[in-house]
């Protein structure tokens, strides 16, 4: 078994007397314990899984997802509980969608103007599945736009998180999400 | 409909415009029907966001995941399995091979020893199942191996009874998230046995969904030793 980095992950609970069962299990994965790994993924499976899709649009998830876990493993050495467990997952996650989408070189129409980002959302389905809808249309905004939004109004991030994330200026991040809003109104509205 | 405002909606509705700017777009809100418009269906957008639900991958990816990061895989496991599968002369299923293993893992120390982890490293715990087809594989009788399977079945009932029992009179002494956190992740290995059941009655010589509901209840055993454990802890 290829062993991630081991000794660095506390067990928070022992020092401080909380009880975090991630933290305990990352302490065990990183240790090679691939069972405590397996809980983790499971518990965390569809966060990430949502976010990648999110985040990628269209494109397949499912080998990005792969490598979030694989790379959270090799990475497990580094976790040292200062934040929760999911809060660590996340952001090695997005790095590696960003890293991800760099290496296939599929940045394009990130500073896609507005008027541009509108055309290409779909118009509103006929489906119940409201929910399911937006998320389509999530899925058709512009690279830029869509990443800015999925962090900001779905995933929490500040601008100035996203603009380090992103590469950009924090008011481009801004610009940007002003636009996907705007973009998903007017699908809303059709 | 735009006017100069309206690019500046987003930042109001983010609590993001300098305090001179609000004040100012609040006033021309005052009036201007067509912002205000904007302003609440941006809410909408805003809130649908925060609201959606995640969900997992529609296949699971989790042999792939430990396949790359080289741990025991059901792959591999699977191919093990069928090679003692392919060797054995005895006429017991795998199923009755694997509630063996948990019997014997069950029976030998019992809740007792779960309850106890550090008398017993996890890595002892795991390798359990792994054993199963040597020792099962001696001289049981077919009719012998149905007993033990029964047996194991209940055994395993038994330490997973006596595990929910610690868990439920401990509860208390955890904090809100632990137990949600754990109760989540019982659901789900409780999922996951119960469709591996399904898909067992569909297909009951099937080497890889055999080891896997042996991984899976394995598993349910573990998270109720650590959570047991847990509740040891804060006593």
Known sequence: ??????????????????????????????????????????????????????????EDPDDVIQDVFVRAWQKLGTFRGESAFGTWLHRLAVNVILGRRETLGIRRQRHLDGDAALETVPSRRTTP???????????RLPDGARQVFVLHDVEGYRHEEIAEMLGLATGTSKSQLHRARMALRRHLER | MSDQWTDRLSEYLDDELPPDERSALEQHLRHCAACGAVLADLKRIVTRARGLEDRPP???????????????????????????????????????????????????G?????????????????????????????????????????????????????LERVLTQGRGRLDTTTVRVIERNLATIDSAIAQARRALAA????????????ETMQRKLDLLRQAAALVSSVS
């Open chain 1, 129 to 139: 599945e409201i929910s399911m809808d937006f998320e389509t249309a999530m899925e």
């Open chain 2, 110 to 162: 019992g809740a007792a020893w779960l309850l106890h982890p550090a008398a017993q490293s996890s890595v002892a715990v795991r390798d359990t199942i792994p054993t199963t087809p040597v020792v099962a594989g001696g001289n049981l009788s077919a009719r012998n191996a149905g007993d033990r399977s029964r047996i194991a079945g209940q055994s395993y009932a038994a330490a997973v009874a006596d």
């Open chain 1, 1 to 58: 078994m290829t062993l991630p980095g081991t000794g660095a992950t506390t067990l928070e609970h022992q020092a401080t007397g909380r009880t975090d069962p991630d933290a305990v299990d990352a302490t065990l994965a990183a240790t090679g314990d691939a069972h405590a790994f397996e809980r983790l993924y499971r518990g965390h499976l569809a966060r990430i899984s949502s976010l990648v899709r999110r985040m990628l649009g269209d």
């Open chain 2, 203 to 214: 297909d009951s010589a099937n080497v890889y969904l055999n080891s896997h509901l042996a």
């Open chain 2, 58 to 108: 529609e296949r699971d990816l989790w042999p792939g995941i430990a396949a790359r990061i080289g741990a025991g895989s059901g792959e591999t496991r699977a191919i093990d399995l069928a090679a003692a599968r392919g060797r054995r002369r005895w006429s017991f299923s795998l199923p009755q091979l694997i509630a063996a293993g948990i019997a014997l893992m069950a029976a030998s």
